[in-house]
């Protein structure tokens, strides 16, 4: 009996161990090895074109706890986070339109907190003079001697609200700090520091005691952000949010999470993100077609062009990506487009809007494969 004990012992399998907290895997199951050529075998059946070559971590990760940090105070607008950070990361500027109340200059005063920057709020009226934004030169009697005096516009998140309350000689003192990032007094030119970015702010519904902005203004902006009001969702969760803060000291547990250094090196990998020839020429016949369009009496520049062409690496790079698809271009033509092109008399009449026109071209025009 001992014997043949033995040789069913000897029969069996050897058991393997099993290390502690973990669970034996039945046959079935797929392995650690194999699920890391599964994984192998997966990335090299997607397209080359949708690979990633450049690692757009940093970019996604940073705009991640920049948005974060936001939707502890501001609710809702979340494709505001996205257009800001984009125009951020392409050293363009945003025309933030809406009615008041919605958290314009709010969203802004936020986003440079979170971004550990020097920020400074312009406060437009029918008196400010360009000297009052720009800076002013200064005779100083101790020394004999001629001073400049840095205005506002000097930091590196400006907001300035309310921007068509002040008058036209005001306004184009921005064109060239706006365009250039220099600013140019008593023929001594001063450069700005990096990031430099403009977020304006104004009421489309009061027009009395307003300059409206001329086109050649409107163009320096990357994108005009048309916000709406909130949802009831939304309007419910800031009343739960402020109910007991009336002071909104929840303001103050917004923390940096993004520095300059970092800001810069978003932009480096944001230039680096591809975009295929093809899809050049999809934005070139967009925008030639606005110039082309009979509901047009004003079509888009080259400026336009350049501005669909960054913005939508942005928007790739925000997504992960490192190239451009065509879904990204359709994403920033209309915010992009909309401040640039001017209906014709007859169908503002009618009643059309921008987005209406905008929409149709984009819609007729093919897309790339």
Avoid: W
């Amino acid at each position: 009996m001992e014997e043949k004990h033995e040789d069913q012992d000897r029969n069996k399998e050897p058991e393997q161990l099993v290390p502690s907290g973990e669970e034996t895997q039945s046959p079935e199951s797929p392995t650690d090895a194999d699920s890391a050529e599964a994984r192998e075998e997966q990335a090299a059946e997607v397209p080359a074109f949708q690979r990633n070559r450049i690692d757009m971590t940093p970019v996604q990760m940073g705009a991640d706890m920049v948005r974060d940090e936001l939707r502890k105070v501001v609710i809702g607008q979340e494709d505001l986070f996205d257009f800001l950070l984009a125009a951020l990361f392409t050293n363009g500027h945003v025309l933030i339109e809406g009615v008041p109340g919605i958290a314009k200059t709010l969203t802004a005063k936020m986003l440079s907190q979170a971004l550990d920057v020097d920020f400074s709020r312009i406060q437009f009226t029918p008196d400010l003079m360009p000297s009052d934004v720009l800076g002013t030169t200064v005779f100083n009697v101790k020394n004999s001697e001629f001073t400049f005096n840095e205005g506002p516009i000097f930091s590196n998140v400006i907001l300035i609200d309310e921007i068509n309350r002040a008058p036209a000689k005001t306004q184009a003192a921005l064109f060239e700090v706006m365009e250039e990032y220099q600013v140019t007094v008593d023929g001594k030119t001063y450069r700005m520091t990096q990031p430099f970015f403009v977020i304006a702010t104004q009421n489309p519904i009061e027009q009395e005691g307003t300059y409206k902005l001329p086109e050649a203004q409107l163009d320096r902006f990357l994108f005009k952000i048309n916000i709406d009001y909130p949802s009831l969702e939304e309007e419910l969760s800031i009343l739960q949010r402020f109910k007991s803060d009336f002071l909104q000291l929840v303001t103050s547990e917004v923390k940096a999470a993004f520095k300059q250094g970092d800001i810069l090196k978003c932009r480096e990998l944001v230039e680096k993100v591809h975009i295929d020839d093809s899809l050049l020429q999809y934005i070139a016949r967009i925008v030639h077609h606005t110039r082309n369009e009979g509901d047009l009496f004003l079509g888009a520049s080259p400026r336009a062009s350049l501005a669909i062409m960054k913005s939508s690496k942005a928007m790739a790079a925000l997504d992960g990506r490192d190239f451009v698809t065509p879904d990204d271009i359709q994403r920033v033509a209309y915010p992009v487009l909309n401040h640039r092109i001017m209906l014709t008399p007859e169908r503002e009449m009618e009643g059309y809007e921008t987005r209406d026109v905008i929409e149709t071209i984009v819609k007729n025009i093919e897309v790339p494969r």
